[in-house]
């Protein structure tokens, strides 16, 4: 009850203070190609039902029908200004209605494309029980995505071999800990993240320290080494097709 209070209060009050820079991109994205500024994308929430995830549209209209979900910051689909909102994180910001709408939450794992969830192992779904988040660990541990994979032929299975496999144990790991408190630090994190991705990362790794996680989930999260294909939690071996 006290998540939600809080969910309600944060999301009213910081789309209001966040106006004066949304309603200008906003703008700059319809002028763009004047068509509509936001991207209403589908997206798998608690107890596997969908829900529609505002966010404001980096890419050029329709890019969701190339039937590509993982986006490379390379990606010839997003245009001139997007690559500005995703630079900044602002296309996340809109997610603060859905937060208000009770889709989601301020914290929590990220919400996922259908076509990723079907492919979520048994253990993975547990993913599903709790609202999805506009941030937890993995947000700011993997808020390169895009750079990590940028030369990968195959966006998607790489998506699945890379990092799905940390961002579901992350996910996990948030929901086995989950408390008020730890909101109010991952929420603080993200917002030193947007800074200092460095300092971010350092928090977080910290944090995940004290919880006493694996070893190899505090390497993966120091993000000091190239990231090598895993298996995703509840499987043996690593995601060969997609």
């Known amino acids: 009850m006290i998540k939600r209070i809080f969910d309600i209060s944060v999301s009213f009050i910081g789309l209001l203070a966040l106006s004066p820079i949304l309603l200008p991109v906003i703008f700059l994205v319809w002028k763009q190609d004047k068509n509509s500024p936001f991207y209403i994308a589908s997206r798998v929430g608690k107890g596997e039902k969908l829900f529609k995830m505002f966010k404001l549209r980096s890419m050029v209209i329709d890019a969701d ?3 590509v979900d993982s986006t490379s910051s390379k990606d010839d689909r997003i245009t001139p200004i997007g690559r500005v909102i995703r630079k900044y994180k602002l296309d996340e910001l809109t997610q603060l209605w859905n937060v208000l709408l009770g889709d989601m939450s301020l914290v929590g794992p990220r919400p996922n494309v ?18 999805p988040g506009v941030t937890d660990f993995s947000s700011i541990v993997f808020s390169d995505e895009g750079e990590i994979l940028e030369n990968e032929e195959d966006p998607d299975l790489a998506y699945n071999q890379l990092i799905r496999p940390w961002k579901s ?3 996990l790991i948030y929901i086995e800990h989950k408390t008020f408190f730890l909101d109010l630090k991952l929420i603080l994190y ?7 991705r460095e300092k971010g990362i350092k928090l977080v790794v910290r944090e995940l320290n004290s919880l006493d996680v694996e070893s190899s989930v505090l390497q993966v999260a120091h993000r000091s080494e190239p990231l090598l294909p895993h298996p995703p939690p509840g499987m043996n071996e690593v995601v060969s097709s997609r």
């Open 169 to 171: 144990r992350l996910g």
């Open 114 to 131: 259908k076509t990723e969830t079907d492919l979520y192992s048994s253990v993975e779904r547990e993913l599903l029980s709790i609202r």
């Open 65 to 67: 029908k190339t039937g």
């Open 190 to 196: 993200t917002a030193i993240a947007i800074v200092s």
